[in-house]
């Protein structure tokens, strides 16, 4: 390879970025927007969840009961319903997404036998959200029923403490808050990742064809693999910068926890690099148009990445099948790493498996890019 013919595509490349909006759009603006949006929008945590209560009994013990979840920072009580359809009501419109329903006879059940029952009402139209609100809610009943049992337990005067045969003593390692963020925010840098590389280098090539200049590159003694390296490398140095910015916002900003190496990350991150400059040169080279080279490398990258990369959800719970087929998604093995290092701070040998995914990704795609740009205009 002649350092000179690669140094004047390399520059040729940057002027022609820097003169074109779109591109610089792309690569300034649009990781800022992803990384907000997305960081912001994207959360699995539920807190302040709106509840309607319906006291049937009027209570103290009622009343106890609605503080507890008041207390919790999982629930909000935002509505005291008078009847059964005015929690409907609340329900149907949107106001509320779960009901608690106190019975008129919760304090003599309580007094009685220690044990009353109350009714929760929960709008399931999205099932995560109520499997999570079921949970929480279960949590802040046993809560309070304990309270009950130990306060019914002393006027009994029976012993407080009953011998449990078994006892789980948890740890939470790595994400100790139990925080989505700390694991959708490292993913979403994938994200990102893959949808600005494509986007710019899938403008390469079918940029040179639709401005007309493809003859003139043509003519020139400048091979192919020069054109390849020489078109990517500003690109690379651009990905290094947004990468740098995305990371920094993730642990400075969102306060992601990162426990890896700096060294780690960025032999992964270029690597990753690599890997989607490629497709998205590739799919300059193939398509000519830069609408359609844009529209398919956004196919290619943001679908996968986002549905069967594992950024959200959960590989192992897919079915077996499409388990097989996201052996084939490159951004699988990046978003593994990236959470490993910013979550577990793991070594570079402990990721050796995806990375040798990733390098033979990477020589796969530029072999295939290197194939198919020809210096001819048929």
């Not at 779109?22 to 927007?33: E, N």
């Not at 999570?132 to 407080?160: C, E, F």
């Not at 295939?368 to 210096?375: P, Q, S, Y």
Request: hydrophobic share 50%; aromatic share 12%.
């Amino acid at each position: 390879m002649n350092l000179r013919r690669f140094k004047a595509i390399a520059v040729k490349e940057v002027l022609q970025v820097w003169r074109d909006p779109r591109s610089l759009m792309i690569a300034l603006l649009l990781p800022f927007t992803q990384m907000f949006l997305f960081g912001y929008g994207v959360n699995l945590d539920l807190k302040h969840l709106p509840v309607c209560t319906l006291d049937r009994e009027g209570s103290q013990l009622s009343q106890d009961l609605f503080k507890h979840f008041q207390a919790s920072q999982y629930f909000s009580i935002t509505r005291n319903a008078s009847s059964y359809a005015d929690v409907i009501d609340a329900i149907n419109h949107g106001t509320c997404g779960f009901a608690i329903v106190v019975p008129p006879d919760f304090s003599e059940r309580l007094n009685d036998t220690g044990a009353a029952s109350v009714q929760a009402i929960i709008d399931a139209t999205d099932d995560n959200t109520a499997n999570i609100a079921y949970g929480y809610a279960a949590a802040v009943v046993d809560g309070y029923s304990n309270n009950i049992t130990v306060s019914w337990l002393d006027r009994q005067g029976k012993p407080l403490q009953q011998p449990q045969p078994m006892v789980v003593q948890s740890r939470v390692w790595f994400n100790e808050d139990l925080e989505s963020r700390n694991f959708i925010i490292p993913g979403l840098v994938a994200m990102i990742m893959a949808l600005v590389g494509a986007q710019l280098t899938s403008l390469t090539i079918s940029r040179e064809w639709e401005r007309g200049t493809m003859e003139l590159l043509v003519s020139t003694p400048v091979k192919p693999s020069e054109v390849m390296l020489g078109k990517l490398a500003p690109y690379l140095l651009l990905g290094w910068i947004d990468a740098a910015f995305c990371l920094a916002l993730a642990a400075m900003w969102f306060g992601v926890p990162y426990r890896g190496t700096l060294f780690a990350l960025f032999v992964t991150t270029s690597l990753f690099l690599v890997v989607v400059l490629s497709i998205g040169y590739l799919m300059s080279v193939v398509i000519r148009s830069q609408v359609g080279a844009s529209q398919i490398a956004l196919l290619v990258t943001m679908l996968p990445t986002t549905l069967l990369s594992g950024y959200i959800f959960p590989i192992d719970q897919m079915p077996k099948a499409i388990q097989g087929i996201t052996y084939l998604i490159y951004s699988r093995y990046y978003v593994s790493i990236v959470k490993n290092l910013f979550l577990k701070g793991v070594s570079l040998v402990a990721l050796s498996t995806p990375i040798l995914f990733l390098v033979v990704y990477a020589a796969a795609v530029m072999f295939l890019a290197a194939r198919a740009f020809r210096k001819r205009l048929d």
